[in-house]
């Protein structure tokens, strides 16, 4: 829950403790001691701990193979967060190896239209577009968009991330009218489901302004979205968190080019 909410330091605390416990009580493969491994690797892939999160999640799929088969659903959330920590280190050759094995598990044991499954296809898709494969991942995308508007709702917080990478997958592919509305249809949805000052709110904020600020003309409305994740990223992580700094050398660039503020 308090990853979900975004809470990532206070859900590091946790996980790192029921590792601990569950380690000791249950022994290092049983399965309730590999689901606290596996959901702290993906909290610190989440933080941006790399390398500890690889350590984790490769323990996690290790284990769970051993213990519960290839093809267990659990077997298959193992390599989906094994292959998401691999993409974020920029090793995307065996990252995509282990997203289409998940997609392929999922859809095998769960069926083509399962919120998992199609967090699977959003993934691919997500490294076909690292890739530069732009068209094939814009099939995936619209796949997992159908998908999670028809089992999930429009307003739910998966058909809104759905949503946001449409949004910048169409982007890069200069499509800029399209992908406003879906950057502002995100927006508006995060806001009302997660609040404003939720990290996915903050991102679909930083990815609205950049596209205004690509389109031309918006500079007011882009100055206060600049403002808004700035003041977004420094409650929720402090002023010197590298992702704030981040924020702040952002909105200094858009104002030293275009003399504002």
Known sequence: MLRLAGKLLEAETLCRRAVTERESALGEMHAETLQSVNMLGIVLWQRRKLEEAEVLCRKALEGRETLLGAMHPDTSQSANNLALVLQKQGNLEEAEVLHRRALAGREAQLGPNHPDTLQSVNNLAWLLENQGKLEDAEVLQRRDLAGCEAQLGASHPDTLTSVNNLAKLLKKQ???????????RALAGREAQLGARHPSTLKTVFNLARLLEAKGGHLPEVEELYLRELKGME??????????????????????????G
């Open 174 to 184: 200069r499509k800029l009218q399209d992908a406003e509305g879906l950057f502002r």
């Open 235 to 260: 409650e929720l992580d402090g002023p010197d968190h590298q992702e704030t700094q981040r924020s702040r050398r952002n909105l200094e660039r858009f104002r030293r080019k275009h003399a504002t």
